[in-house]
Each structure stands twice: as C-alpha cells, then as structure tokens.
C-alpha cells in the first residue's frame, strides 16, 4: 500500500541552526513527491515538488529537498531557519488514483 | 487572481443541522477535493471529483455530501449524520497529470 511516514511530530530548532525533515514513503512505481506548509489556521502551500530529474530540488522560502529512491526518502532541508519557518510541514505522493497521499505532517517550532 | 476560495472562514451550526461549505476555483482545473483536518491526524479526504457531474468517496466520507455541477465549483455538505465535525475543513484542486493541489485557506467548522 502506499504510504507516507514523517517521523517527527514535533522539532524545535533555534533561528539560524540548519533544519532537516524526514520523510520516507512506500510507492512502487517512479514517485511524485510534494512538501507542503501550514501556518495556523491556514491553507496548504506547496513549498517544492519532485517529478523527475536532478534528485536535488530547491524550492521557495530557501528550502529544498533530496530525494533518495535507495532510501525511500524525500528529506526537507533549510541551511539556516528563520523565526517565520514555525509551521506545520506535510510531506506528500502522488498515488497512482489521482490522490495524494499526506504524511501525518511535522510541526516546527523556532526557538529565538 | 487565480487560486481558489472557501467560504465562509468560520462556520458555527447547531447539531442536527446540515451545513454546507462553498469551495471556488478559477484555475479551471478538473479536479477537486475536499480534506478534513484534526489536530494531530494530518488530511483525510472526504469527497474527490476528477470531472464535473462525477465524483469519488475518499476515505471518510461518512455523513458528507459534495456535488459538481460546475467545473469551479465543489461544495460540501456536512450533513446531521455526521457524528463529530468540528475540524478544519480544505478544498484543493489539481490541473495537472502529475496531481500538484492547490489549497484554499479553509473553513473551520464548529458545532455548538
């Protein structure tokens, strides 16, 4: 079955310290694969995707994103987090029925 | 300004009562879809359409009920079987073959 898991429920990293997000996912076929960000009380905003291609993907906001097929991963990163990043992040895929299939999401707490 | 809308941001109903929440779009994509999120649960998906005048079960859509008699729009009926709505509900929609959503800001629904 296809599935998305991102084991953090909860980080909290200082502002400026690099930031990395897990997300492992469980799809046969070539994956498509989002992350997305929510503030409070807000909607979904795609931050980067990855389809094909360079496995290395930028993104806005400064962030970007690697995907390893041997790990099954698509781990986000930042190189320095601003107070701003505190949300919530959802890692997603693209099953193969037209849905997409969300992670439990990883909330982020910036510490000043 | 593409993107799409949801109304109304806060909706409060009386147990008992169907309610129905207004999903927009003006990207003039084919399909659409419909989440409910609760703190700690991620996205559930209600109700999806991949064309008008057709739509799918998700994977709870007990006590809900969407119809899409236009390309735009997609509403969603939370109706009195429903045994517990208050959550924060997301309409999304996707134009592309590679299943890219765009979120709305969401209505969070409270019953009293």
């Known amino acids: 079955a296809q599935s998305v898991t991102q084991p953090d429920i909860h980080i909290t990293v200082s502002e400026g310290a690099s930031l990395e997000l897990r997300c492992n996912y469980s799809?046969?076929?070539?994956?498509?694969l989002f992350w997305y960000v929510q503030s409070p009380g807000q909607g979904l905003q795609l931050l980067l995707k990855?389809?094909?291609?360079?496995?290395l993907v930028q993104g806005i906001k400064g962030f970007e994103a690697e995907f390893k097929r041997s790990q099954s991963s698509f781990n986000l990163r930042k190189p320095s987090v601003h107070w701003s990043d505190a949300a919530e992040y959802f890692c997603a895929v693209a099953g193969n029925t037209g849905k997409l299939i969300f992670g439990q999401g990883t909330t982020l707490q910036v510490k000043p | 300004d593409g993107g799409i809308t949801q109304s109304p941001k806060y909706l409060f109903r009386k147990e008992g009562q169907n309610v129905t929440l207004s999903c927009e779009q003006n990207l003039n994509h084919d399909a659409m879809y419909w989440y409910r999120q609760d703190p700690g649960q991620g996205l559930r998906l209600i109700y999806y359409s991949q064309i008008v005048n057709d739509f799918q079960k998700g994977d709870i859509a007990e006590g809900y009920s969407v119809s899409r008699e236009k390309k735009e729009s997609f509403p969603l009926t939370v109706t009195s079987a429903q045994k517990n709505p208050t959550a924060f509900y997301l309409c999304?929609?996707?134009?592309?073959?590679?299943?890219?959503?765009?979120f709305g800001p969401g209505t969070r629904l409270t019953v009293l």
């Open positions: 799809y046969g076929a070539t994956p498509y």
């Open positions: 990855y389809f094909s291609g360079d496995t």
């Open positions: 999304a929609s996707s134009g592309t073959s590679y299943n890219e959503q765009f």
